[in-house]
């Protein structure tokens, strides 16, 4: 089988043991319900409630059910099949949902990619995945995707037809496909539903197959945590292709409970907050980098933000200091969330109190989640020591798609998953994320976590952003390197050393170089990435 093999999405996939599957049907967490079924039942229930928020494209629950059904068709009549592959790279539009469902409800399966991926993502995603299309917009800002598209349709010949929403160019007009046909094909739940794409901080991303049983229960019992209802408006300002604003509870815990969702293709605090106030919005999902900058806007925008009941931070660490200014500078509850796409999601309660809310990164989602804190040996560790995190469930991976070598590594033979992620976990079950496994400076011998750095950083009164890397060093191995955006005056190194010294820090884990950055750089999502900051020196 080459990884090219477009017979099957099966092959590749690793599927939950058969005992542990019966388990979580019959203890009700698999309910059999396709994601489609999620917008079916709206709509038949109520049809008229508004689904789309976004201006010209505002769109009820019955007009998305029914666009959903006819872009189904249309693509099934383009000869994609059930079970096939496409690789959808879109911006937060509204048309976005109108895709993935008519994707979902055709059985065709979207490997959603973000809309920052250029090409050396988009053809190891196509290839790895064998998909026979690629469903883009045509441009975003300066970006032409469909450049983009005839490059990969070069180098991966399986993509055969490139389907563009807005101007096609040399392309496919998804819009003038025709939409009509009879019946759709029946979804089994337990089947690949869609393929998120993997943050990971090493090499070239990996594909994560989530099923419409595991993925359903993902979305509903998120949204039960949030508290989401009708009244909701759930604003997607993260990319929607990612886990977080996609199911956690994101546009599909909104649509299985009925509310609304409007889309932001720019999450500017201008931007946002023109939006927050035009369409009420209640809750949305923002990385730790972007809540702070929100935060500091409410300085100079002066939207009314008041209808935001839930601002919920994740992604990435958010520093106490960070978490605690959300409340006053945005009057709105803070939610921290520790998700990853291959499943786990930790929530703060919306009862839990503020000092939980603000120094840990919640509690499983679910009672079905398995946790286990282990040290290097993979024996359990003490109560409340840190350790690495490894995890199963009734919606956590048990396998990546097509990597067997990586899978023997990257799981354990009992179907854990091993995070990277290293936690302490209190009597509550509440998590404190305190750094990544890979994510330490070894200084001489003695290990730096990035992340107990970075949090002192943060607590120096003109730093907005840090971060820590490890630069290669001669006589040390590596050497503590600062990466600073200030607000006011540069301090120097000595004033930075002395500061820390101050908090108690050990002599070891003093900067011993200090950079000055207008920004710093972003992954995809919005989180600090650190690759490119090693990789600047
Ligand atoms: C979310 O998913 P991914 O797949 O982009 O990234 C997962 C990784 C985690 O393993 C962890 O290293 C880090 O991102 N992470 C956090 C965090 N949330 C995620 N680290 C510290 N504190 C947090 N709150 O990032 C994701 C998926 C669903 C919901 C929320 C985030």
Known sequence: MTTTDNTTHRDGYVPFPPTEADAYRSA?????????????????????????????????????DSDADR??????????????????????????????????????????????????????????????????????????YRDLAATVRQSVPAVRHVLVLGAPGTHTDLNSIPRDGDSLPK???????????SGGTTGLPKLIARTHDDYVYN?????????????????AALPAAHNFPLACPGILGTVGVGGAMAF??????????????????????????????????T?????????????????????????????????VKLQQVFGMAEGLLNYTRLDDPADIVCTTQGRPLSPADEVRVVDAEGNDVAPGAEGELLTKGPYTIRGYYRAPEHNSRAFTPDGYYRSGDLVRRLPTGHLIVSGRIKDVINRGGENISCDELEEHLLAYPAVRHAAAVGLPDASLGEKVCAVLVVDNAMPTLAEIKAFLSGRGLATYKLPDVLRQAEALPLTAVGKIDKKVLRAEG
């Not at 489609?36 to 010209?56: C, F, S, V």
């Not at 790279?89 to 979902?104: D, H, R, S, W």
């Open 28 to 64: 009700g967490y698999w309910t059999g319900r396709a994601i489609g079924d999620l917008l079916r039942d709206t709509a038949r229930q109520h049809p008229l409630r508004t689904a789309l928020l976004d201006g010209a494209v505002a769109r009820s629950y019955a007009e998305l």
């Open 71 to 144: 872009m189904a068709h249309g693509l099934l009549a383009l000869g994609i099949a059930p079970g096939d592959r496409v690789v959808v790279q879109l911006p937060n539009v509204p048309e976005f949902a109108t895709v993935l469902f008519g994707l979902l409800r055709a059985g065709i399966i979207p490997v959603l990619t973000l809309p920052a991926h250029r090409r050396a993502e988009i053809e190891h995603l196509a290839q790895l995945s064998g998909a026979v299309a690629y469903l883009i917009a045509d441009r975003l800002g300066d970006f032409d």
């Open 187 to 197: 979804i089994d739940p337990s089947d690949v539903a869609l393929m998120l794409v």
């Open 219 to 235: 979305a509903t019992a998120s949204a039960e945590v949030c508290g989401l209802t009708e009244e909701d408006v759930y604003l």
């Open 264 to 297: 932001l293709t720019d999450p500017s605090p201008e931007n946002a907050f023109a939006m927050i106030q035009r369409h009420r919005v209640t809750v949305t999902a923002v990385v730790p980098p972007l809540a702070q900058l929100w935060c500091a806007a």
């Open 299 to 331: 300085e100079w925008e002066d939207a009314d933000l008041g209808s935001l009941r839930l601002l919920q931070v994740g992604g990435a660490r958010l520093a106490e200091v960070n978490a605690r200014d959300v409340e006053p500078a945005l009057g």
